[in-house]
């Protein structure tokens, strides 16, 4: 039996509520759900398929507003928000067993559920989706029609995006949620839907519209339609096979602040119809096949914030007339078969954080002018593309620049000296660029202070004994280091030494003493002229999953500290006689 709050409670409380001097502040109520949203998500249960358990909160002797997945407005107790995603990836950026996510059927009296502002399932697996479910086991006292049920509904935000096998119906009671702002239906099959262009324009107070893989194909709006919409912001219609017919309505949506098209047929040019689209921020074109030049009149978007154009087949210089964006943050026209050389007139975009123009065939002089006014520059993609740097030596980099890709790149056998004087880069990729010629010191200073450096596939020599290692990823491999191995921070994780001439024993860089928090997981030292026996020192590196020690000259047998090692997938051997292979179950391969 439940005692109820002794007087001096409530007296307590009253104190502090007047104290307020204002009884409308007092906020100390306790909230409880409501009994209508309640039995609405009693309904919603009942139709779900729940192989994890994920809806056990959901019982009637708790308050529906600690329910997981449900949110309450904290006055009125009335439920707001509904979100009970599958996440997609899992850690290694796998795709989820979708049998451990939600299935069955969404139904959800909306009718009920008054306050409901925000539906969150997506990445389930649902089937199907009711939200006026009056054959629902349920008491209601007489049968709505969509129509009633819907329209008194607050939904502003519905997301069941890449619930892949979702039956949508014929999308009409859509339009039966007036105040619906966003809307996400990506991944959904709609490829027999006719209505779908009117969730653009008679949705009235649409903003944002994700309908991505959709496999919408070619259904373009009935000739003569009038496409309009004054609400609609963003629209993203990726993958959907769309061909350039498309822009002739699109066009019209002259609010549109972001438009997101990667992924069609466009062929040809783009259509300068585009241009009427004056308030664009973001400008998504990539992995389409549009050639000819990059019109000049791009460089007419004065709010323009991000231009995606990268993998398609425009060909012939970069305009100059990018430089008149002065809003833009992003630039990627990587993977086109653009030539000439970088205009220096985008040295003048002062909010760029992203210049991403490798893999073209650009050829040219880099100078201080390119970067003029890059105060705020991040990142630069020069991979594969010709570039000759002309830096004063005394030149000083834009101070946050912290990504550098420059895989493939063609610059000369010697490694860029400006990048020596970055403070502290995040990431640099100069992989099979030809690289011959390193300023030791400099290059292993500017090493430790880099979270991942991948200089492999060069042509860098040195001899590293007396070097160490302070990068999370450090990939060496395939160059023509020499000598002993270098040492290591307990910050490395992923080391490739591979296919170089590193000789000697494995003692200095596996007994050197280490603390107990080491983080390596991947050591790669194959392909090298290492000797002697393997030393019995792994007891200090209980992070290692995968080692590959083949295609060397070491001797002996598996020391005992490596059946310590729990996490160890891979232990890859010289071709050798071990004498004693006393390991747990392990995959070891000879190489
Ligand atoms: C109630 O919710 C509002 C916004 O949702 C929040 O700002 C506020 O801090 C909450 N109040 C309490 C007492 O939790
Ligand atoms: C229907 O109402 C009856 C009594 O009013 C109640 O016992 C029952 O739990 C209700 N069913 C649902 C699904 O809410
Ligand atoms: C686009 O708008 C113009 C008027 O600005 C109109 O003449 C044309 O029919 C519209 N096209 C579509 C497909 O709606
Ligand atoms: C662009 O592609 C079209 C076919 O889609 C072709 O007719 C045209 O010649 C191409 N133009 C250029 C400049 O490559
Ligand atoms: C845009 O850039 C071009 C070339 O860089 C320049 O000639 C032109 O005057 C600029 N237009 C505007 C409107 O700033
Ligand atoms: C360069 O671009 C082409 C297509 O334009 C693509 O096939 C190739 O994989 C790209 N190379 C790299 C390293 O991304
Ligand atoms: C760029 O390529 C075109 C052919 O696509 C060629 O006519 C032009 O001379 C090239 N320009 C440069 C600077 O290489
Ligand atoms: C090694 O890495 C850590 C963490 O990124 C950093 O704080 C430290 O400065 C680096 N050491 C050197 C000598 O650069
Ligand atoms: C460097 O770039 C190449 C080509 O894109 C890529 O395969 C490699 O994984 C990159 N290295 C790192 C450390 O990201
Ligand atoms: C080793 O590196 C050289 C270049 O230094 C390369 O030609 C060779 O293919 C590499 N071998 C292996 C097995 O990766």
């Known amino acids: 039996m439940a005692t109820s709050p002794s007087p001096a409670i409530f007296l307590f409380l009253w104190f502090l509520c007047a104290s307020n001097f204002n009884l409308g502040l007092c906020t100390l109520k306790v909230i409880h759900c409501n009994k209508n949203d309640q039995q609405a998500l009693l309904v919603f249960k009942q139709g779900v398929v729940?192989?994890?358990?994920?809806?056990?909160?959901?019982?009637?002797?708790?308050?529906?507003?600690?329910?997981?997945?449900?949110?309450?407005?904290?006055?009125?107790?009335?439920v707001t928000g509904l979100s009970l995603p599958c996440p997609y990836y899992d850690y290694y950026g796998n795709y989820y067993d979708k049998s451990k996510c939600l299935g069955g059927q969404i139904n959800l009296p909306l009718f009920q559920l008054e306050f409901l502002e925000s539906l969150d399932l997506k990445e389930n697996d649902f089937k199907g989706i009711d939200l006026c479910p009056t054959h629902a086991n349920h008491n209601l006292s007489?049968?709505?029609?969509?129509?009633?049920?819907?329209?008194?509904?607050?939904?502003?935000?519905?997301?069941?995006?890449?619930?892949?096998?979702?039956?949508?119906?014929?999308?009409?009671?859509?339009?039966?949620?007036?105040?619906?702002?966003?809307?996400?239906?990506?991944?959904?099959?709609?490829?027999?839907?006719?209505?779908?262009?009117?969730?653009?324009?008679?949705?009235?107070?649409?903003?944002?519209?994700?309908?991505?893989?959709?496999?919408?194909?070619?259904i373009h709006p009935p000739l003569g339609w009038y496409v309009h919409s004054s609400s609609l912001q963003s629209l993203d219609l990726s993958y959907n096979f769309f061909d350039s017919r498309m822009f002739k309505w699109v066009s019209n949506l002259t609010s549109l602040s972001h438009l997101t098209l990667e992924g069609n047929h466009f062929r040809g040019q783009i259509p300068d119809t585009v241009l009427r689209l004056r308030n664009l921020k973001s400008l998504g074109l990539a992995y389409n096949e549009f050639n000819g030049s990059i019109p000049e009149w791009l460089g007419q978007y004065e709010f323009l914030e991000r231009l995606d154009l990268f993998v398609n087949l425009f060909s012939g210089p970069i305009p100059t007339t990018l430089g008149?964006?002065?809003?833009?943050?992003?630039?990627?026209?990587?993977a086109n078969l653009l030539n000439g050389s970088l205009p220096e007139s985008l040295g003048k975009l002062s909010n760029l954080e992203e210049l991403r123009v490798g893999n073209n065939s650009l050829v040219g002089v880099i100078?201080?002018?390119?970067?003029?006014?890059?105060?705020?520059?991040?990142?630069?993609?020069?991979?594969?593309?010709?570039?000759?740097?002309?830096?004063?030596?005394?030149?000083?980099?834009?101070?946050?620049?912290?990504?550098?890709?420059?895989?493939?790149?063609?610059?000369?056998?010697?490694?860029?000296?400006?990048?020596?004087?970055?403070?502290?880069?995040?990431?640099?990729?100069?992989?099979?660029?030809?690289?011959s010629s390193i300023d030791p010191d400099k290059f292993w200073s500017l090493a430790r202070r880099t979270y991942a450096y991948d200089v492999s596939n060069n042509l860098i020599g040195g001899d590293l004994s007396n070097v160490w290692l302070n990068s999370s990823?450090?990939?060496?491999?395939?160059?023509?280091?020499?000598?002993?191995?270098?040492?290591?921070?307990?910050?490395?994780?992923?080391?490739?030494?591979?296919?170089?001439?590193?000789?000697?024993s494995m003692a200095p860089l596996l007994c050197h003493p280490m603390n107990r928090r080491n983080k390596l997981a991947f050591l790669d030292m194959s392909h090298n002229q290492l000797s002697g026996e393997l030393p019995d020192c792994f007891a200090n590196w209980q992070s290692l999953v995968y080692v590959n020690l083949g295609n060397n000259m070491l001797t002996?047998?598996?020391p005992d500290s490596v059946g310590s090692l729990s996490a160890l997938q891979s232990f890859h051997l010289p071709k050798m006689n071990f004498l004693e292979l006393s390991l747990r179950p392990l995959k070891i391969a000879e190489t």
């Open 324 to 334: 008149n964006l002065s809003s833009l943050i992003f630039i990627d026209i990587s």
């Open 556 to 558: 002996g047998k598996i």
């Open 473 to 504: 990823w450090i990939d060496l491999r395939n160059n023509k280091f020499k000598g002993g191995l270098p040492r290591l921070s307990p910050k490395v994780a992923i080391l490739n030494l591979a296919n170089n001439s590193f000789s000697g």
């Open 142 to 218: 007489r049968p709505m029609s969509p129509q009633e049920c819907e329209k008194f509904s607050k939904l502003l935000n519905l997301d069941i995006s890449y619930n892949n096998d979702l039956h949508v119906g014929d999308l009409l009671w859509i339009f039966h949620l007036p105040s619906l702002k966003s809307l996400h239906l990506s991944g959904i099959d709609l490829h027999i839907q006719n209505h779908w262009v009117r969730l653009m324009t008679e949705l009235p107070s649409i903003s944002e519209l994700r309908l991505r893989n959709c496999q919408l194909g070619n």
């Open 367 to 435: 100078s201080e002018n390119n970067f003029a006014k890059l105060w705020s520059l991040e990142l630069i993609d020069f991979s594969e593309i010709n570039i000759v740097f002309d830096l004063d030596s005394n030149w000083a980099p834009p101070i946050h620049l912290k990504f550098i890709h420059m895989y493939g790149a063609i610059m000369g056998s010697i490694f860029p000296s400006w990048l020596y004087s970055l403070g502290s880069l995040h990431y640099l990729n100069v992989s099979s660029s030809k690289i």
């Open 50 to 78: 729940d192989p994890t358990g994920l809806l056990s909160s959901w019982s009637i002797h708790s308050d529906c507003c600690q329910w997981s997945g449900v949110q309450c407005d904290n006055i009125t107790g009335r």
